[in-house]
């Protein structure tokens, strides 16, 4: 690589037009009465006029190119003024500020470069330009190094060394400055190859952090896979090994097309503007896509509401298609400097097929037109690499074919009986079907195969419950059901393999995937249209009629296992048995657990727990138990508390608790009780209670010592005042930060109510201090105890809560079953809810009875089982009066939040 030679003194300019206010500033600061005064102007007038110059819709580029400009201006003055005595010394920018790019509250990194490492003539004063850098606003970034300090840090840090190949000297000698670029030339430091593995390695450990995906909730538009950081690591390569300064050099050089650079481009400047807006928006250096950024973000770029899509949801599809526009030229142009940089001259290609053969462990296609004589390698390209597990990747010219060939991929492409035969076997191969979707998804493919997949590419969904943009959280759904397929993952879940593995065709199961939520976006339900789609993909792909009819069974049907585990009353064996009934057979509810707990897991990783884990289970049990008796023969509720009460006696006798004390304890407890709890919790529960005085009414509270089978830790509480019971258990847990997955209340005969909530840490983690356990269990004694009061919870929601505002809907049904009315709650999650609640319940004279607690995300979709004093139904005026008190008390506390 050939520098530039700079003229001693003076800095090396900035090849953009010239911004009439660097004029501006040059006079300002040549002879100012007050130096800090009128730098500091200079500075804020600057960062004004560049924010207004953006508000305006200039060039991105320019701005970034200005503000490295403005900065140089102001730190060559004030080196001058302060150390311009030290003709020896130079100052040189470093990183980004070396490349002439900063944003506005970018970092500002430069080096102080000695000639030798004595520091008593110049440290004065450079503490002293430091200083007045501070004090007019100014953080910047610094070191003081010699020559040999620089080699030796760049040899034991490769982003040290990074930094200093984009040094750009601002002042002081030429000569010193040239010497340190030749103690870090490629013979000296970190040869190309080494440099471009380190490189490497660097960017897959940056993307490791970010959980190996651009498409996260709130991307760093720098670091995330897909961000600058990614443009920026083709550039060190590109500068390292050919000299290359700029994009437009790579072009020149032939390793992109004036098309992919035109794009790469676009996508630089479109991040750029984010970047921007970010830092002044916020007014710090903020490289994070917040909720709330997003919002101002989608606005100030002038996206506006459509009938299905938020403004916001619009801006970030467009962030997340940007992000793999630039994750699929980052692979290209590393794969380029791979085979450029690492590869041997003249190696022998080893032949796959007539199509495909093997270069250095990459597979390359045989031929510049083998896609246009067989538009079918477009998928087979996908199969071999899948076929052939010791091929690392696609060479550079083969990813770009693909690119080029995509057209091809028509209505009659894929309609063709070959291309069906290939997609199956995709999906049916031993190994490589989640790394090949993947790949066929940035490679462009998969979108063009299945037309309604490509509209749900970078699709966000603006909640804290999905993570992922739509098309990363289906090809995660499919990847966790790939891990209940292998052995070497069946520690996670042996249970959901061992299911998994029994399914007649387990590429059903993956075409589910595919598409149940193909139709996110259009309108209506997601789950009929996609059903729609998949039965008639399914059929053209030649499947049978039973395959497509249960494919598309599943994608109708994907989330009702999950929402009647989590907000139906499932120890009531109707409930069990109307959900036997609509599955049908084994084969489909063993097809229906895999999805759920696959999508579950892959909308987002807060989600899962154990607890969950545990709901889901013993729901698919007890429905699993009503297939194998059948329709005809469901179990009763007395047959069903029976057998309960039987095991829990075995349990009691076990434990050496006498019969007689076990009838004493149960005379009080009610044929609900017995239906809505384990034997085991009633075996603990009954010890409890035969320990305990009849006579004292005083709350009685149990923690329990270990964590259940669930996960979750269960705490049994007892107490005379049954309305306020609830609503200060609640409060108390709520306060101290845990949360409540399940509640069941339950009167007893003699006017008592023993409840039973099942908790974790905030965190979704077990509870398992000991410290902890007796803090929660002296706390709801305290709670309990205090009958006259109901207390506050004072903690605040978390930011990205607060950031969404969800309508409180309020809907009551009658269930004559069970003599009860069913009260759905839908409203902004926060602490206190259920103690807000309750507190409605109480002042409305309403008894409660159980609740099912679901957050889904920002919102909480809560359930509770009530009745009149009666223990009736409530009946129409007041289940009406009810709501409204709920909605307005609600409401209220959202406003106040």
Not at 497 to 516: C, D, G, N, T, V
Not at 542 to 551: C, E, F, I, M, P
Not at 705 to 716: D, F, R, V
Not at 746 to 761: P, Q
């Amino acid at each position: 690589m050939h520098e530039q030679a700079v003229p001693e003194g003076k800095q090396q300019a900035l090849p953009d037009p010239f911004w009439p206010y660097l004029g501006t500033v040059q006079a300002r600061i040549a002879n100012p009465e007050n130096p800090v005064a009128a730098y500091r102007e200079s500075l804020a007038q600057g960062d004004a006029q560049l924010a207004a110059r953006f508000d305006a819709d200039e060039p991105v580029e320019l701005l970034v190119r200005d503000r490295a400009r403005l900065v140089d201006e102001l730190l060559v003055a004030a080196w001058r003024h302060h150390a311009g005595r030290h003709a020896e010394l130079a100052l040189i920018a470093v990183g980004g500020y070396g490349r002439g790019e900063l944003l506005p509250c970018s970092d500002i990194d430069v080096m102080v470069l000695l000639p030798k490492s004595e520091s008593a003539q110049w440290q004065p004063d450079l503490e002293r330009f430091l200083t007045f850098l501070w004090d007019i606003g100014l953080e910047v970034g610094h070191s003081v190094r010699t020559i040999d300090d620089c080699q030796r840090e760049a040899l034991a840090d490769v982003s040290v060394a990074t930094t200093l190949i984009e040094a750009r000297l601002l002042a002081g000698p030429e000569l010193l400055f040239t010497a340190m670029r030749r103690a870090l030339s490629q013979d000296r430091v970190w040869s190309s190859r080494d440099f471009f593995d380190a490189k490497v390695r660097e960017q897959e450990q940056r993307h490791h952090r970010y959980h190996d995906t651009a498409y996260n909730l709130e991307p760093n538009v720098k670091q995330s896979p897909g961000g600058l950081r990614d443009i920026q690591t083709i550039g060190w390569v590109a500068k390292r090994h050919f000299g290359a300064d700029t994009l437009d050099e790579l072009a020149a050089h032939g390793f992109l097309t004036e098309g992919e650079l035109t794009k790469l481009k676009t996508a630089q400047t479109f991040l750029w503007k984010v970047r921007f807006a970010l830092h002044v928006v916020t007014g710090r250096r903020e490289d994070r896509l917040l909720f709330d950024h997003q919002i101002k973000l989608a606005r100030r770029f002038g996206y506006e509401d459509a009938t299905y899509t938020l403004a916001v949801e619009q801006f970030m599809q467009r962030y997340y298609r940007t992000a793999m526009y630039v994750s699929l030229a980052n692979e290209l142009l590393l794969q380029h400097f791979r085979e450029a940089i690492l590869a041997e001259r003249g190696a022998v290609p080893i032949p796959i097929n007539p199509r495909f053969q093997e270069r250095e462990d990459y597979l390359e296609a045989t031929s510049p037109d083998v896609f246009v004589r067989n538009p079918s390698a477009l998928l087979e390209l996908f199969l071999v690499l899948q076929q052939n597990p010791q091929l690392r990747g696609v060479r550079a010219d083969t990813i770009r074919l693909v690119g080029r060939n995509l057209w091809l991929i028509d209505e009659e492409f894929r309609q063709n009986p070959r291309n069906h035969r290939l997609f199956l076997e995709i999906l049916c191969a031993p190994a490589g079907v989640t790394h090949e979707l993947r790949r066929m998804n940035l490679y462009g493919v998969l979108g063009k195969y299945i037309p309604a997949f490509e509209r749900i590419v970078g699709r966000m969904q603006y909640d804290l419950f999905h993570a992922y943009t739509v098309d990363a959280h289906t090809l995660f759904v499919v990847s966790n059901l790939r891990r209940f397929a292998l052995e070497r993952y069946d520690h996670e879940f042996p249970k959901l393999s061992q299911i998994f593995r029994s399914l007649p065709k387990p590429e059903l199961a993956y075409m589910a995937a595919i598409f149940h939520d193909i139709a996110k976006g259009r309108g209506g339900d997601h789950s009929e249209l996609g059903a729609v789609y998949a039965e008639t993909f399914c059929l053209e792909q030649g499947l049978s009629t039973y395959d497509a009819h249960l494919v598309a069974w599943l994608v109708r049907s994907h989330l009702n296992l999950s929402v009647t585990a989590q907000k139906k009353d499932t120890t009531d064996p109707a409930v069990i048995q109307a959900f036997a009934a609509q599955v049908g057979d084994q084969a489909h509810l063993d097809y229906l657990y895999v999805l759920t707990v696959a999508d579950v897991r892959g909308t987002n990783p807060k989600l899962w727990n154990s607890w969950k884990a545990s709901l889901f289970d013993e729901f698919y049990e007890r429905v699993k138990v009503a297939l194998r008796r059948g329709a005809e023969a469901p179990l009763e509720q007395d047959q069903l508390i029976a057998e309960t009460q039987s095991r829990a006696r075995e349990m009691l006798i076990a434990a050496r608790v006498p019969p007689d004390v076990v009838d004493r304890a149960w005379e009080s407890l009610t044929a609900t009780y017995f239906l809505r709890h384990t034997p085991a919790e009633i075996a603990w529960h009954t010890g409890l209670l035969a320990g305990s005085d009849p006579e004292d009414r005083k709350p009685l509270v149990a923690v329990a010592a270990e964590p259940g089978p669930s996960g979750a830790t269960a705490i049994m509480t007892c107490n005379s005042f049954r309305q306020h019971s609830f609503a200060r258990t609640t409060a108390a847990l709520d306060q101290m930060g845990l949360t409540i997955v399940d509640a069941r209340i339950v009167a007893t005969s003699d006017g008592r109510s023993l409840d039973t909530y099942l908790v974790l840490e905030d965190t979704g983690q077990a509870i398992t201090e000991r410290d902890r356990l007796a803090e929660i269990e002296r706390n709801l004694r305290r709670a309990l105890a205090e009958p006259d009061s109901l207390p506050t919870v004072t903690r605040r929601a978390p930011r990205q809560v607060r950031m969404f505002t969800t309508a409180t809907q309020v809907s009551c049904v009658e269930d004559p079953h069970n003599r009860r009315t069913i009260v759905e709650i839908v409203a902004g999650d926060r602490p206190g809810l259920l103690s807000e609640i309750a507190k409605v319940l109480w002042r409305e004279d309403v008894d409660l009875h159980g609740a099912k607690v679901v957050t889904v995300g920002e919102r909480a979709e809560d359930v509770f089982y009530v009745t009149d004093g009666a223990g009736q139904p409530l009946n129409e005026a007041r289940a009406a009066k009810l709501s409204e008190a709920l909605v307005t008390a609600l409401d209220r506390r959202d406003a106040a939040a």
